[in-house]
């Protein structure tokens, strides 16, 4: 089994960070002129501090897919079957079967319930709440290669990268320490999402968003961002860089 790798993500986000950081505080150094007057110009800026919310769910979400992808993808290195792993990813090898059959049971009970709902089946986090106990104490494992993982697994619980999110796929992995790594920005994760969903959904504009932070507060709340992240990511490469987190115990 290959090591597990933390360096690629963490040093991905952070230059996400540097570069919202970078394109906020050269937005703040303009000045108005022939081009563009007083009125125009605190537009743009409050726009950029509007957009600076976007791209740090952007940077957040890109973060927490792709390490989930390196756990799994580490996990599906190993060299032996998925009942040999831990029950993160016994879980998410069993997934498939078991949200196939629940998709045949739904059927049978005839087209007319089905009709109109693209969306039957076992959703991930539905799965994971009701499986993991009965997992944990049953024989009931797969004979599957841990190789034939699906990487793009995903522990979703609806809430659509809410702090909620964050915590389910913590526990889900086992790495409930991580989420104590974030101190502060576990308050800061929801507002930015709700803004980030505003903006992009047609709610309020960039600008108008933006007009209610100052550069100073889009400052802060990037470096506290690009901090306990970090400070997070650490937290999961100790914990998944231990020999055992892996395999079954």
């Known amino acids: 089994m290959r090591e597990f790798d933390i360096s690629p993500i963490k040093d991905e986000f952070k230059e996400e960070i540097d570069s919202i950081k970078k394109f906020v505080t050269r937005a703040h150094d303009l ?3 022939e081009d563009m007057n007083e009125l125009e110009l605190a537009n743009i800026q409050k726009t950029v501090r509007g957009l600076s919310y976007v791209m740090m769910f952007a940077a957040y979400e890109k ?11 580490v996990a599906a290195s190993f060299r032996g079957k998925q009942k040999n792993l831990s029950t993160p990813f016994r879980l998410i ?38 499986w993991s106990g009965p997992l944990e104490k049953s024989s009931v494992s797969s004979e599957r290669d841990a190789k034939k993982l699906n990487p793009d697994f995903w522990p979703d619980n609806g809430s659509f990268m809410q702090r909620s999110q ?45 007009g209610n932070s100052t550069k100073a507060d889009i400052l802060d709340l990037l470096d506290r961002w690009k901090e306990r992240w970090c400070a997070f990511l650490d937290e999961v490469y100790r914990i998944a860089s231990q020999k055992d987190y892996f395999l079954k115990k």
């Not at 973060?63 to 993808?73: A, D, K, T, V």
């Not at 079967?97 to 005839?110: L, P, T, V, W, Y």
């Not at 409930?176 to 999402?193: F, G, M, T, Y």
């Open 31 to 33: 000045r108005a002129g």
């Open 63 to 73: 973060m927490l897919r792709g390490l989930c992808r390196s756990l799994i993808e």
């Open 93 to 130: 090898g069993m997934y498939p079967m078991i949200q196939s059959a629940s998709n045949s049971a739904e059927s049978d009970q005839g087209n007319s319930k089905a009709q109109g709902n693209s969306k039957s089946g076992v959703t991930a986090g539905s799965y994971v709440r009701y």
């Open 166 to 210: 964050v915590v389910f796929i913590c526990k889900f992995f086992n790495l409930d320490s991580a989420i104590n790594q974030l101190e502060r920005v576990n308050q800061d994760i929801d507002p930015v999402v709700r803004y980030r969903n505003s903006i992009a959904h047609g709610g309020q504009t960039a600008a108008e968003i933006g």
